[in-house]
């Protein structure tokens, strides 16, 4: 088990992020929405990490949780500094504004993220304002080198959002989050919101700028056919907990947690030779304000037993054809650990 | 014209005039929809693919409207012209929800967030004189609810939207669609019986998994239409070969090579002469920057209006 | 309605196949606010007033303010157009000088209001929270208490002023401000720009106050003029009940207030009816320009 020697940039350690559920005249907590339920899990430097999960498992708030745009309600997201791991969640303001420069984000809706009342250069140059870059010339030429970097001409820094389609609109917010040159970037639903003939050009380009600029991604997405083609690892969420978390063609080949065989099961395949059989899920995902006890998964399982109605499973890791892969089933525990 | 025709579009043209400027969306549509069969229209957006959809429901917005062309649903027998029908007129409100259903794109706001769910499903009820009273109303919504696979449907009858979450929404919209028994149902999302069913998407799993027909639209054209196997098998327009190579399909793994498509959909107002599609083309020509193409079967039952037909004896398979 | 439609779209297509392109305001809401018949007509109405009312010694001989006995009750004539009041004024002078002061309390009032609504609702909007609760619940009282006895307290405490009255106008104006900024601020927080702009540890003011704000500006500009409608009213309602400004500086109110005598409003016309159609077609003009602009800057309406 003792395999470290993959470098940690970032290591996630029983993170809750709960939303407060407020009542009555005096706004009492009247209990919380269990978004993202005690994660745990490390991003390697220079791997691209896939998260998959239907929506409303607490991807996205995990996702933000982590760069602290979502206060998180307890547990620690250790960065590895050149100094020493230190804590993002407990980071002062000063400490802070070093660790916003490492980590960025490139948001799902191309259309609300970036503002309709400046232009591509009123825009971009802020974050670099925020960071010292008191010339304005000098401003003008990174931006220059970031819109070329991400295959647009200089002269989009004068027009406005609205001149622009959805995927150079994803290309500035990338561009921009490039800004500060950081090493982590997450990308919630980068490619979601785009036509499928713009989403290859904007996941090659990820790709190339990874490779550039030495990046390491957290790719956020719904889409399990997208997340295979961009992951080397992968993490499946379901109700705010990781059910599964393995390299991706582990993953694809050897699934071992029923969610994950149902969710593979589930999405239709663009390749007319693949109809095939489903495991249809039951139901709906149940409500994260009161989840179900034992296993999240199991009134939706088709193989739930007594002990998955009472008893939380913990996360396993086995090792499989010599990758590391976690399983959080109590099955899955029983029938591959001999 | 066989008799399993439901819907048959013929060169149908619509214009848009927003802002002053004059948007040809749909330069010349044709399409049949037959009984029992699932028609997938793809496409980006701004292709024209929810248009035509508007225009078959009589749901076009003020400043726009049919130029030329044609749109017939054959009602028992009954040849009706949607097209020279008022759009707000009494004709045409029957046609939408006894004909024709249509669900659209978001479930969280196409259901009225202060009435039930039941409410709602029993208001088409009894405004399409499908039930008598509230009583039958109210059990056939149970009954519809039921079919399409929501739990527990006594209890959600009496419930309110925001109670159920987009999945559930989506089938009650289904069902709200399905309750007046409909001749066409128009989904810009998922799916269901014995209707005939126009799927518009952009996404080529559903359209994989899904269709019997399908329809490729690209700037207010269908490019390429045909059995869905010969389709995607055998492309034989670039847009749609192009289309869907750039896609990554599950299954194929890491490396598979996308090729995404250059450029981006031109300005709707400036528009290419000649093929719209030509500025990103291949296999671009003289010729393509001339005209548009017309229409050609290039196997039976499968058109396209490319130059340079990419069709292949046999195919790939 | 149908036909209407049909002639207008004939045209764009006619416009377009001939390959002409029509010189049209390329910003939408302008253009929007161009082909509003009404709006145009408040636009030439309002400009027309305020170019009268703020270059008033080139329109008129007289100074407003001097007497001439030998011309009390005079009815117009070539000399004096719209005659002479009580006391021999000219009141085509009077109601140039009048305009001055009513539009300057009514803009005035209404740009204070605005300034002091704008950034308690924006940063309130933006941060929620203990501040915005307080602040909501002082506009609530403010907006439940009666104006007309806030102004008696004042004019009793200090006697009638023109400085009061902008006082007062602008401490009961601003929770209206406050709200229609407070809301907006609500809806445009949830933005991902606003989340990008978090992500670099941007300051909450800066990212509430420069970049959330600006998109805020069409509500914004829509409740100044119909707040400066609405004060000139209130402005001439008070003077004409000797309340406002003292009788002294001429107002449109304070020339209304002759007409409290019943022989004037019946002998004499012209000493109040000119001014209560400047009023009205003040009013009326901003109000025109105020729906206009709310119809040009909204974004669900077709154009």
């Not at chain 1, 899920?281 to 006890?293: K, T, W, Y």
């Not at chain 2, 959809?53 to 130029?67: F, K, T, V, W």
């Not at chain 2, 062309?69 to 012209?81: A, C, K, P, T």
């Not at chain 2, 969280?108 to 088409?124: D, R």
Request: aromatic share 8%.
């Amino acid at each position: 088990m003792e395999e470290k020697k993959k470098d940690v940039l970032i290591s996630v350690r029983g993170l809750k992020t709960y939303y407060p559920i407020r009542k009555g005249v005096f706004r009492r907590v009247a209990g919380y929405v269990r978004a993202v339920d005690d994660v745990s899990f490390d991003v390697y430097r220079g791997e691209i990490l896939g998260v998959v999960g239907e929506s409303g498992c607490g991807k996205t708030t995990m996702g933000k949780s982590i760069l602290r745009l979502i206060p998180a309600h307890s547990g620690q997201v250790l960065y590895n500094f050149p100094d020493g791991e230190k804590d993002i969640l407990k980071m002062e303001k000063a400490e802070m504004d070093e660790a916003r420069q490492k980590m960025q984000i490139v948001f799902q809706n191309p259309y609300s993220s970036l503002n309709p009342a400046y232009t591509i250069f009123g825009t971009m140059q802020e974050p670099l304002i925020r960071f010292g870059m008191k010339n304005k010339a000098q401003r003008k030429e990174k931006i220059a080198q970031l819109l070329k970097d991400v295959n647009l001409p200089e002269d989009c820094m004068q027009r406005y959002p609205n001149e622009f389609s959805g995927g150079q609109r994803q290309r500035i917010g990338i561009a921009r989050a490039l800004s500060v040159d950081p090493e982590f970037v997450i990308c919630d639903e980068a490619v979601s919101a785009l036509d499928v003939s713009i989403q290859a050009q904007v996941l090659k380009l990820l790709k190339e700028l990874k490779e550039k600029k030495n990046l390491t991604y957290m790719f956020i997405t719904h889409d399990l056919s997208v997340v295979e083609y961009i992951s080397d690892r992968i993490i499946v969420m379901y109700l705010g907990h990781i059910v599964e978390m393995a390299p991706t063609q582990e993953l694809f080949e050897n699934t071992l947690h029923p969610y994950t065989e149902a969710l593979l099961s589930a999405i239709p395949v663009a390749d007319i030779d693949q109809r095939r059989k489903r495991i249809p899920l039951q139901g709906d995902v149940p409500s994260p304000v009161n989840p179900p006890s034992g296993c999240p998964f199991h009134p939706r399982c088709p193989k739930c037993t007594e002990r998955c109605k009472t008893e939380v499973p913990k996360p396993v890791t086995l090792i499989h054809n010599g990758h590391e892969h976690m399983v959080c089933c109590h099955l899955a525990q029983t029938t591959k650990s001999e | 014209m066989d008799n399993n025709t439901i819907i048959s579009v013929r060169d149908l043209h619509v214009n848009f005039y927003n802002n002053d400027r004059c948007n040809r969306v749909i330069r010349g549509v044709n399409f049949d929809l037959k009984k029992g069969k699932i028609l997938c229209v793809v496409g980006e957006s701004g292709c024209g693919k929810s248009v035509t959809a508007n225009a078959i429901m009589g749901l076009l917005p003020d400043l726009s409207r049919i130029e030329q062309g044609e749109i017939h649903f054959y009602d028992n027998d009954q040849d009706i012209r949607i097209d020279q029908l008022p759009r707000k007129g009494r004709e045409m409100r029957k046609i939408r929800g006894e004909g024709i259903a249509m669900i659209f794109q978001d479930p969280m706001t196409s259901l009225n967030p202060v009435f039930t769910v039941g409410y709602q499903i029993n208001e088409a009820l009894l405004c399409h004189h499908q039930a008598k009273n509230k009583k039958e109303a109210t059990g056939k919504s149970i009954e519809l609810l039921k079919q399409m696979g929501i739990p527990l449907p006594e209890k959600r009858v009496g419930e309110y939207p925001h109670q159920f979450s987009g999945g559930m929404s989506q089938r009650a919209m289904i069902a709200m669609a399905m309750s007046c028994h409909p001749k066409v149902l128009m989904l810009e999302l998922k799916n269901q019986e014995g209707t005939a069913i126009l799927l518009i998407t952009h996404d080529m799993g559903v359209v994989a998994e899904l269709a019997d027909e399908i329809a490729v639209m690209y700037m207010g054209n269908i490019i390429e239409s045909g059995e869905a196997r010969a389709v995607m098998k055998n492309p034989s327009h670039p847009y749609t070969k192009a289309l869907l190579d750039s896609i990554p399909v599950l299954g194929r793994g890491k490396d598979q090579d996308l090729q995404p498509i250059r450029g981006s959909t031109p300005d709707p107002y400036n528009r290419p002469k000649g093929c719209q599609f030509a500025p990103r083309c291949d296999y671009c020509t003289e010729c393509c920057t001339q005209q548009m193409p017309e229409e050609q079967i290039v196997e039976p039952g499968h058109m396209c209006r490319c130059f340079h037909n990419l069709f292949k004896q046999g195919g790939d398979a | 309605m149908r036909n209407k439609l049909d002639r207008k779209m004939d045209a764009i297509l006619r416009r377009e196949e001939a390959g002409v392109r029509r010189k049209t305001i390329q910003n939408r809401t302008l253009r929007k606010l161009a082909s509003n018949q009404l709006s145009v007509l408040g636009i030439v109405i309002f400009a027309v007033i305020l170019v009268l009312c703020v270059g008033a010694p080139l329109f008129t001989p007289y100074d407003g303010i001097s007497m001439s006995l030998a011309e009390r009750y005079a009815p117009p004539s070539a000399e004096h157009w719209l005659g002479c009041d009580q006391i021999g004024r000219d009141i085509w002078t009077r109601i140039l000088f009048g305009g001055r002061i009513s539009i300057g309390v009514g803009l005035g009032s209404a740009l204070i209001a605005t300034i002091l609504g704008v950034s308690l609702g924006t940063i309130a909007g933006f941060k929620g929270g203990l501040f915005d609760g307080i602040v909501m619940k002082v506009s609530e009282v403010m907006m439940a208490f009666p104006q007309m006895i806030l102004v008696l307290i004042m004019v009793t405490i200090t006697g009638p002023s023109l400085w009061n009255l902008i006082f007062i106008f602008a401490v009961t104006g601003w929770p209206s401000m406050y709200r229609m900024t407070r809301s907006q601020m609500l809806s445009l927080r949830e933005e991902e720009y606003v989340q990008a702009l978090n992500a670099f540890g941007i300051s909450p003011m800066i990212i509430a106050f420069k970049h959330v704000l600006p998109n805020a500006i069409g509500p914004i500009f829509v409740n100044i003029t119909l707040s400066t409608a609405m004060f000139i009213l209130q402005e001439t309602a008070l003077s004409f009940m000797n309340l406002g400004v003292p009788l002294d500086q001429a107002t449109w109110g304070n020339i209304l207030n002759v007409a409290q005598d019943i022989s004037v409003l019946k002998d004499y016309w012209w000493m109040w009816l000119p001014a209560g159609i400047m009023v009205t077609l003040f009013v009326l003009s901003i109000n025109f320009i105020g729906d206009g602009l709310r119809d040009a800057t909204d974004p669900t309406q077709i154009g």
